[in-house]
């Protein structure tokens, strides 16, 4: 793959609906949503939409890293409630696009230090320096695919994929020891193992497509669901995606919502409520090609 190729496009349809139930009615509630897809180099937002029952009058701001964030208050008691998200996304096969043009004139190191250094959900731990890799900054453009090709087969060959080992909270420590994690374990060690070797790495959360049928693309893990991965910089073409759950550079099959430091930076749903600490959470993501 290359920078840029215009032609490589597709045009994606995202369904994302998250119900809460409460043990005992909430009297008031307000929640912050990051489910909504983006404009950036590597993807358009033809349409998007964010529709919440009970109705609610909803807003939306821009957060420090670039995140489209809807907000709401629920004032009135109610037992559920119900977010929905919808998007049309055109997508790239493009590995980057390159480094932005946006008049810092500061060096990259100063400007992405926070991607460089230990953040909530990815502390520093001795266990990063057990992943050999050669992934740095200063290879030459293919050569830095390469290397993260081949980080991706470590990761793949050294952990496996496990939906029972680890929860929300878990550190990547947790992964190391056990060797079993979901794709947001995958992506935190990963950040660590960059971030210690100099490499800024951010992570994303979003969406992937996965061609059941057909010979549109690979089989991909975790198109149920919000997936992560992780964005590897390099200053001649900028961020990078690499996702370590299905050991693959990032393309077409990948719509990006949000990006952080780590998970704490891009929860999908997150606020705070009056009531019983009682709820059960039901999520249903559908993400289709249709053009």
């Known amino acids: 793959m290359k920078p840029w190729i215009a032609g490589d496009r597709a ?3 995202v369904k994302h609906t998250t119900r809460l139930d409460y043990a005992l009615p909430v009297v008031e509630a307000y929640s912050e949503v990051r489910k909504t897809p983006v404009d950036s180099g590597l993807q358009k937002v033809v349409t998007r939409k964010l529709m919440v029952d009970p109705v609610a009058k909803v807003d939306s701001y821009t957060d420090y890293f670039g995140t489209h964030v809807h907000y709401f208050n629920l004032l009135e008691p109610h037992e559920a409630v119900r977010i929905h998200a919808e998007a049309v996304v055109e997508t790239t096969n493009a590995v980057s696009c390159g480094t932005p043009d946006d008049g810092d004139v500061r060096g990259w190191r100063q400007r992405l230090t926070e991607f460089l250094h230990a953040s909530p959900a990815v502390p520093s731990i001795r266990h990063y320096e057990e992943i050999v890799h050669c992934v740095r900054t200063d290879l030459e ?8 090709r081949e980080l991706g087969a470590t990761f793949r060959q050294r952990f ?3 939906t029972e080992t680890t929860n929300v909270h878990s550190s990547p420590q947790v992964l ?3 060797g079993g994690g979901v794709c947001q374990d995958l992506a935190h060690a990963m950040i660590g193992v960059l971030r210690l070797a100099g490499v800024p790495a951010r992570y994303v959360s ?11 693309g690979e089989h991909v893990v975790g198109a149920s669901a919000s997936h992560a991965w992780v964005q590897a910089w390099h200053p001649g ?10 050991n693959k550079l990032v393309d077409w099959q990948y719509i990006r919502v949000a990006v952080g430091r780590d998970y704490t930076d891009v929860q ?3 606020g705070v409520f009056v009531g019983s600490t009682g709820q059960t959470l039901s999520v249903e993501v559908l993400v289709e090609r249709i053009g």
């Open 11 to 13: 045009l994606m349809l």
């Open 141 to 148: 453009p293919e050569a830095f695919l390469e290397s993260l």
């Open 160 to 162: 496996r994929y496990d």
């Open 176 to 178: 190391f020891e056990t």
């Open 206 to 216: 979003g969406y992937v497509y996965d061609p059941v049928h057909g010979d549109e």
């Open 237 to 246: 073409f900028g961020w990078v995606g690499l996702d370590p759950t299905n």
């Open 268 to 270: 999908p749903l997150r």
